[in-house]
Structure formats: structure tokens, C-alpha cells
């Protein structure tokens, strides 16, 4: 029999938990075949409401959930994870200032980070999803300089998954036709959705819409206000479809991106594509053997540029500022 994979998740009593944890114990993060213990990791205030949900968990019977334990201590949390979600973050509230917000992250982020240096397995890979997802990640990264920088990644899934659907409405395609989209930058409102490179049924995604107005004025705000408009219907944030990214995003890192397409994906960046080094910006990745490599080569027209380069700018912003406070 396999040893379980340690999988924790933080901020495991929240509503991204609630929708996320029954899937992992399922089966549907690392596959039907793998066993898993998970770790949760909430604040003192969370910890009952986890152990509740924990409850729920053991009433499933999933026959690969092989140990659950519930901890307010990240130390404990982090000790032996093979894969971590950071998925608790300090939300924005009504008046806050931006850096207001990159501290209070940076208040829970940085130890965390330094929980996963000194105690994570050494095959560790992290997926942040608390927001601002990309800059939480640079912060957790930055404290844990034992871990390969390339182990911290955040989550951009959601959008190119929102993506996907709205070019396939839009083309009568189904989404499974769809290849090489990609979510450039930053998780907020600046992220570029390209479809200049991607295929519909093996045409070209941008020569088929042929209609650069909806491009611009229709498809990528729908993408980048996605989250505004669930708040807006549902009266709750996205937590069901942010929780079914993150699986998407961890299954893909582990099982590999299929042969002729790649995937969106947070990661450190290696200047590719003129993206500052150091950066947590989104590309286009693929992934075998549970690794992932930045797609080269892709041209990059006018359009995307300008677009890239505004998002880049807002992470360069971000990361002098949790500079600025001390935080990497
Ligand atoms: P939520 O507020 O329902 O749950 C957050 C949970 O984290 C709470 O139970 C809280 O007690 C816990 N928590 C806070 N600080 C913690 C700490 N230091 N350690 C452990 N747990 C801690 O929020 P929800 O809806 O589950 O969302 C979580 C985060 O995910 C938010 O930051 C949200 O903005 C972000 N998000 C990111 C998306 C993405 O695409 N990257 C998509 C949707 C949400």
C-alpha cells in the first residue's frame, strides 16, 4: 500500500474549505489511486467550525482519506506536506488602503512560509489561492529560501478556466476543443486573457472570433470582472469554482498537461516575456512528471504587449510595496 500525500490546507474552515476538502479526500486532486492525509491549518476562531467540517469529512467514508488533523499551529500544519494550499488570507475590508492589506497578508503569509522552509517534505509544492495570490506567494516564497523558488506557485486557473467558457459560448465550441489559452500577470482585475495563440478545433482562437471589439470590450472584462459579477448574483464570492481551479491546478501540476496544449499558472518568473525576474506572474506552462516549464517562443503582438505589460507593472507595484514593509 502507498504512503498517503500529505496535502494541507489553510483557511480550511472558509468557504473555498467547505467546497475543496471533499474533493481532495475524493480522490480528484492527485488521483483515484492516491491515498491522503490531510492537514488543516485555521485560526483559533476557525478551529471549531474545522473540526465540524472534519466531522463531515469521516461521515463520507472516502476510502483514500487515510488521517485528518486540525491545527491552529502552521508548524505543525506545514510538518511533512507534500502539497500545500494556502487558501486563508486576511480579505480586503471597506476603507483598507492597499498596503494595509499586503501587511495583514504579509502577517500571515511570511510564517507561513518560514513553517514550510523548515518543515515541508522535500517534494513540497505550494499553490497559493488566498488573495493577492500572486504577491501572498512571492511573500511566502521569499521565507522559505531552503524550498526551490519554482515550488511556490499561485492561482490564475480560475481565470483561464472562465476563459475557456466564455470563448466557447461565444464560438459554439465546446470547451474541450479548446487549446493554449493563456492568463498572462497578475490575479486581479489587470490579468490579460490571450487568445491570440490559442486553438479552436485546431484553428486559430482570434482569426475564428475574428472581432477584436469583443476582444477587447467584452471578453476580457467579463474574464478579469468574473469574481464581482458572482459576488454581485450570489450574494458570496466564488468558493465551488475557485475550489474545482485549485484542483484543476495541482492535478494538472502532478498528472501533466496533455500532449499539443499547456495550462495558466502563477509562477517565478525567469524574465521570459520581459516579465521582471523574481516576479509570481501568470503563463503559459506545461508540466510532466510533476514539474512545469514556461512555454518560449510565443509572439507577442501589440495588443497582448500593452496588456501584459500593464499587469506586469501592478505586480512590480505590488512587490515594491511588500518591499517597502519589509516582508521579502
Ligand atoms: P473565507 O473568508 O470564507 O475563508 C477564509 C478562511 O481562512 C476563514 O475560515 C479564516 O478563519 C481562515 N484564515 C484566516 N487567516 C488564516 C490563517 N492565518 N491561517 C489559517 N486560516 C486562516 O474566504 P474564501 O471564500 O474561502 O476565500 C479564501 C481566499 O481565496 C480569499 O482571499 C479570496 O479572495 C481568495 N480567492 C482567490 C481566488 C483565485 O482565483 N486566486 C478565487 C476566489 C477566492
Request: charge should be negative; hydrophobic fraction near 45%; charged fraction near 20%.
Amino acid at each position: 500500500t502507498r504512503t498517503p500525500v500529505n496535502v494541507t490546507v489553510t483557511g480550511a474552515a472558509g468557504q473555498i474549505g467547505y467546497a475543496l476538502l471533499f474533493r481532495i479526500a475524493s480522490g480528484q486532486l492527485l488521483g483515484a489511486d492516491v491515498p491522503v492525509s490531510l492537514r488543516l491549518l485555521e485560526i483559533p476562531q476557525g478551529l471549531k467550525a474545522a473540526e465540524g467540517t472534519a466531522m463531515e469529512l469521516d461521515d463520507c467514508a472516502f476510502p483514500l482519506l487515510k488521517g485528518i488533523d486540525i491545527t491552529d499551529d502552521p508548524n505543525k500544519a506545514f510538518d511533512g506536506a507534500n502539497v500545500a494550499l494556502l487558501v486563508g488570507a486576511r480579505p480586503r475590508t471597506k476603507g483598507m488602503e492597499r498596503g494595509d492589506l499586503l501587511e495583514a497578508n504579509g502577517g500571515i503569509f511570511k510564517p507561513q512560509g518560514k513553517a514550510i522552509n523548515d518543515h515541508a517534505a522535500d517534494d513540497i509544492k505550494v499553490l497559493v489561492v488566498g488573495n493577492p495570490a500572486n504577491t501572498n506567494a512571492l511573500i511566502a516564497r521569499a521565507a522559505a529560501p531552503d524550498v526551490p523558488a519554482g515550488r511556490f506557485t499561485a492561482m490564475t486557473r480560475l481565470d483561464h478556466n472562465r476563459a475557456l467558457t466564455q470563448l466557447a459560448q461565444k464560438t459554439g465550441a465546446a470547451v474541450s476543443d479548446i487549446k493554449r489559452l493563456t492568463i498572462w500577470g497578475n490575479h486581479s482585475a489587470t490579468q490579460y486573457p490571450d487568445i491570440f495563440h490559442a486553438e479552436i478545433a485546431g484553428k486559430n482562437a482570434a482569426e475564428t472570433v475574428g472581432d477584436e471589439t469583443w476582444l477587447a470590450e467584452t471578453f476580457i472584462p467579463t474574464v478579469a470582472k468574473r469574481g464581482a459579477a458572482i459576488i454581485e448574483a450570489r450574494g458570496a464570492s466564488s468558493a465551488a469554482s475557485a475550489a474545482n481551479a485549485a484542483i484543476d491546478h495541482v492535478h494538472t501540476w502532478v498528472n501533466g498537461t496533455a500532449e499539443g496544449d499547456w495550462t495558466s499558472m502563477g509562477v517565478v518568473s525567469d524574465g521570459s516575456y520581459g516579465v521582471a525576474e523574481g516576479l509570481i506572474s501568470s503563463f503559459p506552462v506545461t508540466t510532466k512528471d510533476g514539474a512545469y516549464e514556461i512555454v518560449q517562443g510565443l509572439d507577442i503582438n501589440e495588443f497582448s504587449r500593452t496588456r501584459i505589460d500593464a499587469s506586469v507593472k501592478e505586480l512590480e507595484e505590488e512587490r515594491d510595496a511588500v518591499r517597502a514593509l519589509g516582508l521579502i
